[in-house]
């Protein structure tokens, strides 16, 4: 990992991986694997928002693009919609057809406002632990 070989992983505080946000349908289960508190934190103020999107359901993902940073110590989430990504737009993932048009504005507004919303409870969180 590029952070621990230029010795900056002390930059990073936590990470937030927003996988896959687009879907018109979303409906955002809790990744097997992450930080289970950065997880609280975020599926909590996305319900106080009033955000019916974040449920309590495991969300099969395993190992993704938060696992590095997970693997070097830093605190890391992976919000990613995979088990309930419809069958019909799943032929558009990975393909020339993956365009914006497929892209819903709603969703990705309620995950930014879970995640802007929750970044002083995080950043709280965080401080906590440094004292």
Sequence with gaps: MKLIEKNEKQ???AMILMDMMGFKNLRLGR???G????QDIVWQTGKQLGYKEFV????????????PFLKAGIDSLDIIQLSTYGVR???????KED???K???????IVGDAIIVSLPKIEERLARRQR
């Design 11 to 13: 930059r990073v505080k």
């Design 31 to 33: 990744a097997d694997l």
């Design 35 to 38: 930080t289970t508190w950065l």
């Design 56 to 67: 309590d359901t495991t969300e099969g993902v395993g190992d993704d693009d938060h696992s």
């Design 89 to 95: 737009d799943s032929e558009y993932w990975h393909s």
């Design 99 to 101: 365009t914006l048009d």
């Design 103 to 109: 892209v819903s504005p709603k969703s990705l507004k």
